[in-house]
Structures are given as structure tokens and as C-alpha cells.
């Protein structure tokens, strides 16, 4: 199979295994509520997924992201500190424009290609992952992902229809759509939601109120605008100009509108009436379309009226509309209501906003965002969801992290910051490529794998030592046991006798 080639290629194919390892600080006084489990991460996703790892490994059941599509016009910068002398000369440059800049189809194959593996491995086996772009990268963009997903695990490249106007975009055409591709971790476990479909006649039914009690003074409550995309504000006006009533109340009409049953029609005299669908047949489920459904999914419009509605004013370029990513991730995550999704380009945080919207179905699903830039992460990322579970009292909050220091100090040392339940569970991920249990782990005993059971020995009183004290504390049986401690002062023959493996603190560590 042809495979994609570039400059830089062989420097970042495996720089996702040089990135250092870092551990992650809670900010108690930015987060909302308590051990919500749904986490902010303010920092570069290529070291917030790493730090990720230890707890999250083949954990996610859905990934959302919207990268920079490289037009041109994000300002974005490459910096990752690749070890390599053409890399070096690109650093902390902003990425320049088709035909100014040569390297840019590089350089955002260099910054996707580690992200994208690290998110593999954080992919539930049954996980997919879900991916905005446009036309600027998208070829090479299914190029890599075949590479680091396989072909085979190809599900979709759905195209979503993300402008209404007519504007030209080029000489020749007005381009209205952007796409999102979607690749399984494993094809043969993804389950889909399906289409639904009603086979049978359509009619419909006026919303204004008609014959008596049909004057906006019979029932004030029931007049107030009902919002086209088309049309803006729509009152119930009367024929004959004065003001009417509807039918039907504000959240019931709002029901109608998010499943697509809500048309408009310009009478002749220039009133818009509103009409609700009425759909009479036998319902069928068929497989979900590759052309998302505009009345579901909504337009880029959409989510900048949104946001705008949130903070009052305009505090974010092009959010993708909430609608669009919470049918994007109930594809996968419908009927699992406990999963996990994740979001490693959040910007203004819809991402987040979309699984709690989704979770008004009962469901306790999590969400993982990171954003990269510091005022984005605390104001908009943030500060939207704060504002979100606020006003719709939701009972989950969030926790708001930073990434810290990185696991070696520059001595080689462990950082004297790092928990007993942080080192735990970077031992236990490093020496199984499982996450650690903590309803299993007790006092120094982290976990068990495959008749191999781990111990650590880490901020105790008396020092970190491996004494044969401690030989009272493991488990009596023959089970191998592997035990990390900065010193052992246990003779060989103890040692075999009672199948431990000793090692020692910092230096058979893994590097991970
Ligand atoms: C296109 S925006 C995402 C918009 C988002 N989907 C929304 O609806 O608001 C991309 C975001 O990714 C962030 N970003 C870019 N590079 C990043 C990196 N290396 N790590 C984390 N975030 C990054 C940018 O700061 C920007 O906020």
C-alpha cells in the first residue's frame, strides 16, 4: 500500500515515546463541584495525553477532535521539541499560507502524528474517533490515519453542510460543507447508532392558535419568538396583524425544533407561519447516512449564536455548534452511559457542554478536554461550563488541571512532588500497560497481572527501604512479586525464597 512521505517523517514516527513524562496539578480553586471525574486540562495535548496514560489507557470510548485545519489564517505554531536540525529551524515560527510557506503540509503532518497515536492507545477497543477538517488537509490527513489506525478500521468521512449562505468561497464555487472523518480502533466492535426512519405520509399542523381564545391576551404565557434560521425571531402574528398565540409551550416547541419537526412558510401577506411536522407510518431503522442532518447537526452559525448566548458576547472564532458534537459522539456512545470522551483541541469547551447535554438522558458519561492556550483553557473552556451547569443545575462539575513537573527531576530523581498514587500508577502502567484499580491496590500492594504482583515501597516513615519486615505484608503465596523501594536490605536467598524481584528507586523505573 502507498504510504505518505514528508519532511520530518522519521524525526516524529516515534516521538510520542520521547515525550517526557509529566504529572498533572489540580487547581482546586478553577474546578466546580468535587471528583466529578470529568477533567480540563490546560497545556499541549501532546504531554497532557501522555500524562493521561497511567489513567486512561484504552479507556475512552469516543475522541472528538478539531485540529487546525491549516488554512492558513489560525496562526498556529509548530513546537514540539523534536530532535531534529530541520525541525529546529521551523520552532515557534506561525505556519504560513499556501504557496508563502512550503513546509507547511509538514509541519502539520510532524504536530498531528504523534497526537494521533497517543490517542490510539487511549482508545477503548470498541472506541472510534471522530475528526473536523477540511479540504486543506484532509487527504493527507486519511493518509496518516491509515497508517496509524489501518485501512481497514476506515469507518466514515461524514460531510457535514457547516455554511447556509451562498457566499463564494473560490472563483468558481461556494463551498458550504466540511467533513468528519472517523476511524474504529477496531472496525469489527464499533456499534453505530442507526438511522431512524418513518415510512409513510407527512402532514402538518399549524402552531398558531386558531378560532377561539386565539389573541395573544388569551394566554401571554404562549407568545414569544420561536427562532428560524431563515427568518430570525418568529412571533404568532394573525392575519390580520395583530398579535396571536401558539399552540404548544416554549420547551415543547423547543423538543419539536431539535428533532426537525418545525417548518416555516412566508404567507403571502408576509407573515411567517410555523408548522409542526407530523410524520403517521411504521418507524425503520437504517444505517446511519454519511450526509449529517442539518436540522440535528445545525450550522457553524449555530455555535457562534450559542457561545455568544453563554457569555454575552463574542469570545471565541468558529465554535463548532453543540448539536453537531453531541450526535457526533452519541453515534458510539448512545447506549453507554458511563462512557468516556475525550476532546485533546477543546477551544471553547462545546465538546464538554455536548456530553452533559447528552447525559440528560440519565447517563453518567465523563469528559476529558485540553486546550493549549492559557486565557482559552480558564475563560472560555472553562468558563463556559462552569457557566453551563449553573444555569441547567447540572450536578457534574469539573476538575481543572495544569500540567506539572515532569516525573524525573533533572537529576533523574523522582519529583519530590509526586503522591504515593501517581508513582503507583505510573509503576503499575509502565510494568503491565494496565490501569492501576485502585479498589484492588491496598497500602503497598498496587495490583496483580498474569501471576506477577506489584508492590511499592514510596514516602514511608523509616525511608523507602525493602526490609524484612515488610516480608509480612505480602501476599502467602507463589506468586512472583515485584517490588520497587530504594533500597533493599533483604539477602538474596530471602529473596528467592519468597519469589520477589527487588527494584530500585529511580534507576529501574521505567522510562515511559
Ligand atoms: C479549532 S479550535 C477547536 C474549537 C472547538 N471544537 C470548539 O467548538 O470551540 C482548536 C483549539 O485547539 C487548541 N490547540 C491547538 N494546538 C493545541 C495543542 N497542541 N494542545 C492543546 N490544544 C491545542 C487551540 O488553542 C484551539 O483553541
Redesign the pocket.
Known sequence: MPTLNWIGKEAVVNHDKEVPFKLLRKVKSASVGDNSQNLIIHG???EALKALMPYYYGKIKCIYI???YNTGNEK?IYNDKVNSPKIKQWLGKVVGRESEDLTRHDKWLCMMYPRLKLLRDLLAEDGVILASIDDNELSNFIQILNDIFLKRNYIETFIWKSRLGKGATSQTTAKLHEYIVAYAKDINLVKFKTDKRIRGKESKERLRQWGQGDKREDRPTMYFPIFSKEYGEVFPIRPDGSDGRWRMSKIRIKELLDQGLITFEKQKDGRIEVYRKILSGSETNTAYSSILDTEIVKTTAH?SIELKDIFGKQV?D???PSALIKELISLNTLNDQNAIILD????????GHAVLELNKDGGNRKFIM????DK?AKKITAGRIRKVVKKHKYKAGFEYCELDKTLFDENGHIESSCDFKEFASYIYFTETQRNLDFKKAKDNFIGELSGTEYYLIYKEKNKNDLRKSFLKRIKKNNNKKVIYADRCLIDDMTLSKFNIVFKQIPYEVKVY
Open positions: 499541549d495535548n501532546l478539531d485540529p487546525p498556529w455555535g471565541f468558529y465554535p463548532k485533546s483541541f477543546a477551544g471553547s469547551g462545546t465538546t485540553v486546550e493549549l492556550e482559552v
